[in-house]
């Protein structure tokens, strides 16, 4: 009878220790997930930063082009 209990709370501790692996495994299974779909978050945000900044340079350019262009007319309408 002794062994019969000790066997029945050894067979109970290895399920437990079975179902604790398991929750582990589903955890870090859904954390693993997480961190992909993390990386796919922070992979288009540094594309639309890298596409801020491209626009950025554009308009930059487009603004110095227009500035000289409104300096030249406003030289050349001085000399007159």
Do not use: C, H, Y
């Amino acid at each position: 009878m002794a062994q019969s209990m000790n066997e029945n709370v050894t067979t109970s501790l290895l399920q437990e220790t079975q179902k604790q692996q398991k929750k582990q495994a589903k955890r870090e299974s859904k954390v693993r997930l997480e961190v992909v779909q993390a990386k796919g978050d922070r992979q288009k945000a540094e594309q639309k930063v890298a596409n801020a900044r491209f626009n950025f340079e554009i308009a930059s350019a487009r603004l110095r082009a227009l500035e000289e262009e409104l300096a030249r007319l406003q030289g050349d309408s001085q000399s007159k």
